[in-house]
């Protein structure tokens, strides 16, 4: 009974794998658009499911976030100037069945976020000067307070934490349309 209830969750897994490849494989050489309508073609037959509709508000959330973090589509939205990237931004939501008062918020939030990474590598660049003008001790550490406060304001002490730990997040990966 044991090994039949294994060998069932392993079938499950192995199909479940092969339902994510099939979703997942976004071709590199096409258009953003090209893209986007392969990936909504596959979703249909995979899943079943039509972000497209009206009532599939959810799905279209969660389809819409699955697309933008594929590396494909990472790679052209990474490539694109800012208005430009903007402007795929709109029209992906766009044929994913956002409204257009939806997409306009998507927009303000992507702005938001575009000078938040703009400010942290900003930070990030007068930091390593930092670094490299003082090395270590007291004076770079009141010098690094100053900068964060100057950078980041009540978020300052949340930055300082991070890097305590090792983390430096305008360091990790951008997705375009979602950090």
Known sequence: MVAQVMQAASAHEHEEEA???????V?????LEEQQRDFLDRLSAVAGVDPRKPEARLVRSQATELFLRLEPVQARLAA?????????????RRRMGFSEEMIAQKAADDAHRDARWENGHSYMKARAELFSRLGQ?????AELRS???QYFGHEAPTIAREEESGFFRYQ???VYGRN
Do not use: H, N, Q, Y
């Open 19 to 25: 339902r994510r490849r099939a979703l997942l494989g």
């Open 27 to 31: 071709d590199p050489t096409l258009s």
């Open 80 to 92: 694109m100037p800012v208005e430009e990237r903007r402007a795929a931004l709109a029209d992906i």
């Open 137 to 141: 001790g007291e004076a770079l550490e």
């Open 172 to 174: 990790r990966r951008r």
């Open 147 to 149: 900068l964060r406060e």
